[in-house]
Nanobody
Framework: QVHLIESGGGLVQAGDSARLSCEAS????????MGWFRQAPGTEREFLAA???????????IYADSVTGRFTISRPRAKNTIYLQIFNLKPEDTAVYYC????????????????WGQGTQVTVSS
């Protein structure tokens, strides 16, 4: 069982930056593929970024095309913790941001993830 705890959301102004954190609490020492999604009211859950981890190559990130250049995912080596740095926030970034983990390879598809956090609200005011 994996428990994911997100933090870093809140009310921000357009143009600001924000950093979201997600820590995976687990009884095992294995590494998980981890990613970020978001969901605005009335919309489907949207993939943002994910990162696999290999003891050999480190963290390998993948991004949705819509956020490339403005969102950065990072993962300290050998830790089940990920961060999402968001630059130049826009009102359309307002959503609940979810962290997810998979026992397999991290992908862009929500159905591939086994564990989900409760989400953290990010509200961007114009």
């Amino acid at each position: 069982q994996v428990h994911l705890i997100e933090s870093g959301g809140g009310l921000v102004q357009a143009g600001d930056s924000a950093r979201l954190s997600c820590e995976a609490s687990t009884r095992t020492r294995r590494s998980y593929g981890m990613g970020w999604f978001r969901q605005a009211p009335g919309t489907e859950r949207e993939f943002l970024a994910a990162v696999a981890f290999s003891a050999f190559s480190g963290a390998t990130p993948i991004y949705a095309d819509s956020v490339t250049g403005r969102f950065t995912i990072s993962r300290p080596r050998a830790k089940n913790t990920i961060y999402l740095q968001i630059f130049n926030l826009k009102p359309e970034d307002t959503a609940v941001y979810y962290c997810a983990a998979t026992e397999n390879r991290a992908t862009m598809f929500a159905s591939d993830y086994d564990y989900w956090g409760q989400g953290t609200q990010v509200t961007v005011s114009s």
